[in-house]
């Protein structure tokens, strides 16, 4: 509910005065309590200590699999128009593509997709005075937060290796099962590729902004055969700071051919071209109900 709502009296039926006339239905006005003083602030999520945001979806107990979920509660029950304006919220630049408060009006789960880059484990999360409770209290949390690790501690384990087809220079892609924490993944020292002895390490590397359980690995310097291995030299994570260690694929190993999945491979293709015209720039940056 929003501080907008009314209440509608007879709406569902007329009620009857004690002589039996029926009250007109009106819809009125619901006032501010005049005794709540209180502003509201973050609190700790259930099964927390401190009062801090949180990786992943602490209501459906899931760390998200294909966009990054960070949630949050409130001291106090919300305006929900105001809790779920993404305007109020700001995360590495960039404002959440949905908001969803709980129907007790008290813990938020933002969501975080169509990004221009990923997003990492250290980017901290800025809420605004904008966000009101039920009463028109303002927020009074407005200095940036750290986010502290969601409940998930499973390895992030790698699904596939593709070569991305026809690809100048050559791209490898690495997809994994989590979402994953770009500062980890985005360090070119940490991934070499070895064809006979011949090893190079990826000129960039991007983590997906629209599918960040993908990495993409560009090499301009050197030629590969089918055959060449990719190895990994050093942790790389997922958003829950889980490392991974050797799950799924072990690396080293050697990526597949290109997908036969028309969709994805036009996709990989149209990343790989965004990450030439950036390879020499810096990062883009785009401004931009459940129980509990």
């Known amino acids: ?35 709540d003083a209180t502003a509201p602030v973050i609190v700790a999520l259930p099964g927390r200590t401190e009062a801090k945001p949180v990786w992943g979806d602490a209501a459906a107990g899931s760390y998200g699999n294909t966009q990054y979920l960070v949630s949050l509660a409130f001291s ?16 590495g ?20 997709g169509e990004l221009e880059s990923g997003l990492g ?20 949390e407005v200095t940036p937060l750290a986010i502290l ?11 596939s290796m593709l070569w991305l087809e026809n690809a100048l220079p050559y791209q490898v892609v690495v997809e994994f099962n989590e979402v994953m924490d770009r500062d980890s993944v985005e360090v070119v020292d940490k991934w070499v590729l070895d064809a006979a002895g011949a090893a190079e390490k990826p000129t ?8 960040p359980t993908r990495a993409v690995l560009t090499f301009e310097l050197g030629a590969f055969a089918a055959t060449a291995q990719l190895g990994l030299s050093g942790e790389v994570r997922d958003i829950s700071g ?3 260690s050797g799950g799924g694929i072990a690396l080293p190993a050697a990526p ?21 015209r950036r390879l020499s720039g810096a990062r883009p940056v785009q401004r931009g109900h459940r129980c509990w």
Do not use: C, W
Request: proline content about 5%; overall charge negative; aromatic content about 4%.
């Open 242 to 244: 889980n490392a991974y």
């Open 204 to 211: 960039a590397v991007f983590l997906d902004p629209s599918g």
């Open 256 to 276: 597949s051919p290109d997908p036969a999945d028309h969709a994805l491979r036009d996709h990989l293709g149209h990343v790989g071209g965004g990450l030439r």
């Open 93 to 112: 630049g960039v404002h959440p593509t949905s908001v969803e408060l709980s129907l007790t009006g008290r813990l938020v789960v933002l969501s975080f």
């Open 1 to 35: 509910m929003n501080r907008l709502n009314k209440l509608d009296v007879s709406a569902g039926g007329p009620i009857l005065d004690i002589n039996g006339v029926p009250v007109e239905q009106v819809s009125v006005a619901i006032a501010a309590s005049q005794d």
């Open 121 to 140: 484990s250290a980017d901290r999360l800025q809420l605004f005075s904008t966000i009101r409770d039920i009463n028109g209290l303002a927020n009074t």
């Open 149 to 159: 690790s969601g409940n998930d501690t499973a390895a992030p384990q790698i699904a």
């Open 76 to 91: 106090e029950t919300l305006d929900a128009r105001t809790a779920t304006n993404i305007e109020n919220y700001l995360l």
